[in-house]
């Protein structure tokens, strides 16, 4: 690669300032948030508009140059993260943040790919709608990215995975043509659904610069109970309970062990237990319903009163205020985060048949025991979806390298469980360049097969975040 030359021509296309060189500015784009990867480019450019993209992607598919598209950076399998080799361009969309179009009435919003998730879910607020996607880095992910990686979070039980959400998007193919599939409909039964290949792509079949996406009725009653509890058995009988009598009105259900609670109260600023004696297990369960008539409050009283008299539940927190739900929330949303300050910690991203999660949670918290004594296990996640984040945090007080030494071998012993019961290696956070090689163990020759040849038919010559997902 002639990086100046290249580096001149991308100016003369986007602006010499949108083309960042140095390496104090490529930083930024270069970290990954959990220390797994560190990546090396020439360059980071930062288009301004969809023309501009196109005429990136003309240059790069003319020159043989290799294209790593990149969001707001908050990623959990490197898919985002250039190659050590330094032989590949950062494509950042942050600047292609524009609202296009709100339409309340039909219930759509149109926006570029590098709007942040936060400022969309406020641009529906507005218009008193709801854009439901909700996820930890809601503050800094972009819309782009989570449509690449069909981002799951907490609110995928009553609204689906970010695909669920996605009605059209325009996307700039890999020679520089741009599809424009900006389409509204809720029914178009016109043959291959194409952008269902780019929802969760991970960047390798084109670049996603704008979407419209469904907005729902905000919800004028939302209620929410931090729940103490015995087992993730007494989970299950709960969510199986609320989910049979709330129906849809049930939009959250996430587990948590005591443990990963005592991380968040020793580490996350504005945390504090909402319960006063400790209990094994904790879930948060929330409510919600868009019309003002609906008694959520005595619903979810009357749901989780059955569930103490019938011995479920240990003891039980009611929000009081809209603040006291957020602070149910921001416990829940840093249980991510935190566990980086209890030194290494193995992931596992795995979903299992929902039935199936108490005895799962029993034979991988046993299995990677044994592997590892003294290991901290901090399952937690979405219940109600089967899908458990599976992090083990290692002993303390030990060696934090010496334990990440460990992630190859303990991630076969968990995966295998989950083999064992029929679930998902990757339930919602994406192959990328982390699960990359495990891909092969999980897909048939067909599948992988089918797979590659649609990569082939999208980016002949394999410019597009090359490496990940295949
Ligand atoms: O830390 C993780 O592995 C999970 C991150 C995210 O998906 C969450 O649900 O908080
Ligand atoms: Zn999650």
């Given at each position: 690669m ?11 296309l ?57 969001g ?5 399998v ?30 759509t ?20 709608r ?5 996820l ?18 907490t ?22 043509d ?12 016109t ?5 269902q290949?780019?929802?969760g ?5 084109g ?38 009598q ?12 005591r ?26 369960m ?7 008539a609906f ?12 569930a103490?008299e019938a011995?479920?539940?240990e ?24 566990q ?13 048949p ?6 799962f ?23 109600g ?9 290692q ?13 190859d071998?303990?991630?076969?012993i ?5 083999h ?5 290696i ?6 990328g ?38």
């Amino acid at each position: 690669m002639e990086p100046n030359r290249h580096a001149a021509q991308f100016a003369e296309l986007i602006g010499a300032a949108n083309v960042l060189t140095s390496p104090e500015d490529k930083a930024p784009y270069l970290i990954e948030w959990r220390d797994l990867y560190q990546g090396v480019t020439p360059m980071v450019l930062r288009p301004g508009t969809t023309q501009d993209v196109s005429a990136v992607m003309k240059y790069a598919s003319e020159n043989g140059l290799k294209i790593v598209p990149q969001g707001g950076n908050t990623g959990l399998v490197g898919g985002q993260i250039p190659l050590e080799n330094g032989e590949e361009i950062v494509l950042s969309l942050g600047r292609m943040n524009k609202v296009r179009a709100v339409d309340p009435d039909g219930f759509t919003i149109t926006v570029e790919s590098g709007a942040i998730l936060e400022t969309l879910q406020h641009e529906a607020e507005k218009v008193d709608r709801l854009f439901p996607l909700s996820l930890g880095a809601q503050g800094s992910c972009q819309i782009g990215g989570n449509i690449s990686t069909n981002a799951g979070g907490t609110a995928v039980l009553a609204y689906g995975n970010t695909r669920d959400l996605v009605l059209g998007l325009e996307v700039v193919l890999a020679n520089g043509d741009i599809w424009n599939g900006l389409r509204t409909l809720r029914k178009d039964n016109t043959g291959y659904d194409l952008k269902q290949l780019f929802i969760g792509g991970e960047g390798t079949l084109g670049i996603i610069t704008a979407a419209s996406l469904k907005l729902f009725p905000k919800p004028k009653k939302l209620e929410a109970a931090f729940v103490g509890l015995a087992n993730p058995l007494a989970a299950l009988k709960l969510f199986s309970k609320a989910k049979a009598q709330a129906g849809p009105v049930l939009t959250g259900f996430e587990i948590m062990p005591r443990v990963g609670l005592e991380f968040c109260v020793s580490h996350l600023q504005g945390a504090r237990d909402p319960l006063e004696g400790t209990h094994d297990w904790y879930v948060l369960m929330e409510l919600s319903s868009g019309s003002e008539a609906f008694p959520v409050r005595d619903l979810l009283e009357s749901i989780l009163g059955e569930a103490f008299e019938a011995e479920l539940v240990e003891d039980a927190a009611f929000a009081q205020s809209m603040q006291q739900v957020q602070d149910f929330w921001h416990i829940r949303h840093g249980m991510s985060e935190v566990q980086k300050e209890e030194g290494g910690s193995i992931k596992h991203d795995v979903s299992v048949p929902v039935a199936s999660i108490p005895d799962f949670l029993a034979k991988a918290i046993a299995a990677v025991t044994e592997f590892v004594p003294n290991c901290r296990p901090v399952p937690f996640g979405h219940l109600g979806d089967g899908n458990i984040h599976f992090n083990v945090s290692q002993p303390i007080g030990a060696d934090k390298e010496a334990y990440l030494a460990n992630w190859d071998a303990m991630n076969e012993i968990v995966h295998g469980i989950v083999h064992d019961f029929n679930g998902s290696i990757s339930a919602e956070h994406g192959i990328g360049r982390l699960k990359r090689d495990l891909l092969k163990g999980v897909k048939s020759e067909l599948e992988l097969d089918l797979m590659q040849r649609v990569k082939n038919a999208f980016d002949p010559k394999g410019l597009l975040n090359p490496g990940r997902v295949l």
